[in-house]
């Protein structure tokens, strides 16, 4: 049985995309290997979020993927801060890691210029403080975003390193993985490409039926078919495609018969899109919204996740000290 573990970014809510592309996926996981997810809240620290801020994003993220599927009895769903191995073992490898590799990183080269005024030292050994993550349960299989996989290979190269310097086998390398044929990009409703938070064209778990509507109405289409079964321009494939994801396949085949015969309305299209949109958001973002306020069920999840998390940091800590040379006296 493979180890899978992912970092959750803790600062945004959930869009369709972050949904059909990763979070089904995680759920479907949960119940075929040991999975590990977690809050990557010492990480949004780079950013100096409000205290008020830090903790309500926590809940949020929390709160977003547990009324997505993921359920705590099964994963190992903890919050990063909760687990103070992992600072530990942060520490322990910030010492084998070099600061110009760190420097060469994209995604700090990256933040150079999107933040000149706080380029912290957080920021040039995030990629550490990603491997401790990732190396301290010794995981497999790491499912993460193309702009991640720089990060991933960092993380390979630490470990690796480590064993090398001690002469052990001990940390496992960390493989980048995708979801294989279910791969999928969920388009915007803008017209070209993916639907993305910072491309502002996210539908969200948590959005309320109106904004649903509103979003789908304005969705960029075309002026039309003018002969039978014209090829699609971008904008309206992408409509069929999220058709496709929330409708029936008898919803999709009646439009697109409309389509192949030049008699489509495409405000009747998004109409229906809207109301299938909301029929699968809406379940979730009542369970979101129930979770989030309940605060006892929240304490008991953490508790829970951060338990398992340490039992099995705990471990790796104790025998990299070991092999590092610490002995109780
Ligand atoms: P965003 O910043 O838009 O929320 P991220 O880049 O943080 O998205 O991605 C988080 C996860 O969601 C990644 O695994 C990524 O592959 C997936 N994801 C994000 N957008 C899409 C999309 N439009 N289609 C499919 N998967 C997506
Ligand atoms: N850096 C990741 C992101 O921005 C989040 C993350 C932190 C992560 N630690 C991780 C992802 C470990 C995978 C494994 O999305």
């Known amino acids: 049985m493979d180890t899978v573990l992912s970092g959750i970014r803790s600062t945004g809510n959930l869009h369709l995309g972050n949904y059909f592309g990763a979070v089904k996926n995680f759920v479907r996981m949960q119940h ?26 926590i809940r949020t993220v929390l709160s977003e993927y547990l009324a997505a599927g993921l ?60 491997c401790a993550d990732i190396i301290i349960h010794n995981a497999d299989k790491v499912p993460v975003g193309k702009d991640q996989e720089q990060n991933l290979e960092m993380a390979r190269k630490f470990a690796r390193r480590f064993n090398h310097m001690y002469g052990v086998e001990y940390f496992t390398m960390p493989e980048p993985y995708n979801f294989g044929q279910e791969l999928i990009k969920v388009p915007g409703l803008d017209g070209t490409g993916k639907m993305g938070k910072s491309e502002g064209n996210g ?35 992408n409509l069929f495609y999220l058709l496709e994801l929330l409708s029936t396949p008898d919803v999709v085949e009646h439009f697109r018969a409309q389509y192949n ?64 040379g610490y002995r109780s006296f």
């Open 32 to 57: 075929e290997n040991r999975c590990f997810f977690f809050v990557a809240d010492y990480h949004s620290l780079t950013t100096h979020p409000k205290p008020e801020n830090l903790q309500n994003n």
């Open 71 to 130: 359920d705590p009895e099964v994963a190992t769903l903890y919050v990063q801060s909760d687990v103070p191995e992992i600072p530990e073992l942060y520490l322990l490898l910030n010492m084998n890691a070099y600061v110009g590799e760190l420097e060469r990183t994209t995604t700090f080269k990256e933040k150079i210029r999107k933040q000149p005024e706080n380029i912290n030292a957080g920021l040039l050994t995030y990629p550490v403080l990603m």
């Open 203 to 237: 539908i969200y778990l948590a959005d309320e039926p109106k904004v649903i509507r509103k979003k789908v109405m304005r969705a960029v289409t075309d002026e039309g078919p003018k002969v039978p079964n014209s090829p699609m321009t971008e904008p309206v494939a």
């Open 261 to 324: 015969g030049c008699t489509i309305r495409y405000g009747d299209l998004k109409k229906q899109l809207a109301e299938d949109m909301i029929s699968f958001t809406s379940p979730i973002r009542d369970r979101i919204l129930e979770i989030y306020n309940d605060d006892e069920y929240l304490r008991k999840v953490v508790r829970m996740g951060a338990e398992k998390a340490r039992e099995s940091a705990s471990k790796t800590v104790r025998d990299v000290r070991e092999i590092l």
